[in-house]
């Protein structure tokens, strides 16, 4: 099995060099390695070697990245890769996290979990039903404009209760109290848009994937940064939906 794991700790590895280098000649870098340079060109991302000195991973190894992390988590061999005090010591100036991740604040789809990974590596935003606000907006332009992470994954899940709290509301089969309500709200244009042809489970399911589709697509359309970001081929936006049962993380868009 390809690790992917390893690839990118020789990868962040890498980048510690530079970034030394970098300190030496007068820069800001912080990462301590011990890598000879030679092992450090070598495994430079081959996507981003041609300027001969961006270290950083392209969108599509991202998700290649994270599509690894998934299939480790599947297949019970996780390897909980940046879990030990050296690495959290190596991130304590400074953190690449190869991309930013909004996910549902479901307590059953932990993204460092699902993805096998570790500190540092997802900028991470969970919300109910990946409800965008102001705050959650600001948090993912943080990601994209002052983290640089190539990738903004939309993670939506297999029974979401936000979305079936929706679904009960449009329905008149119950009503949501509180702030509960604000949810609600705005996942319903998402439940709306869904054929009510389709049977329970099924309707529940598409409403889960119109809601991640439409919160990636409001994010280009609400945020100048991150619509700037996607214009200029510095970021991808990705919907993916996450299943309680098998684990598997599906990519939609
Ligand atoms: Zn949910």
């Not at 690839?7 to 820069?27: K, M, P, V």
């Not at 109910?128 to 899940?157: C, I, K, M, N, R």
Request: hydrophobic residues 40%; proline residues 6%; charged residues 25%.
């Amino acid at each position: 099995m390809i690790d992917a794991y390893d690839g990118r700790f020789s990868r962040r590895r890498a980048f510690g060099l530079l970034t030394a280098a970098a300190a030496t000649l007068g820069g800001c870098g912080a990462y301590p390695s011990t890598a000879s340079p030679s092992t450090t060109s070598a495994q430079r991302p081959a996507a981003q070697d041609t300027d001969g000195d961006d270290p950083r991973i392209g969108p599509d190894e991202a998700w290649h990245m994270l599509e690894a992390g998934n299939a480790r988590f599947i297949d019970g061999t996780p390897q909980h890769p940046h879990s030990d005090s050296s690495w959290r010591n190596s991130l304590i100036d400074e953190q690449h996290p190869i991309a930013s991740i909004l996910s549902c604040a479901d307590s059953r789809v932990p993204p460092e979990l699902v993805f096998d990974q570790g500190f540092g590596d997802l900028f991470t935003i969970r919300s109910a039903g990946e409800v965008l606000d102001e705050a959650v907006l600001g948090s993912l332009e943080y990601g994209v404009e002052h983290l640089d992470t190539p990738l903004v994954v939309v993670l939506g899940h297999s029974g979401c209760g936000a979305v079936q709290a929706t679904i009960d509301a449009v329905r008149g089969d119950a009503q949501p109290r509180g702030h509960v309500a604000a949810l609600v709200q705005a996942v319903e244009p998402a439940v709306l848009t869904v054929s009510d042809d389709l049977g329970e489970d099924e309707f529940l399911a598409a409403s889960v994937n119109e809601q991640a589709r439409r919160v990636a697509e409001a994010l280009p359309a609400r945020s100048s940064s991150i619509r700037r970001a996607v214009e200029q081929d510095r970021i991808q936006i990705v919907v993916a939906v996450y299943d309680l049962a098998t684990g598997r993380v599906e990519r939609k868009l």
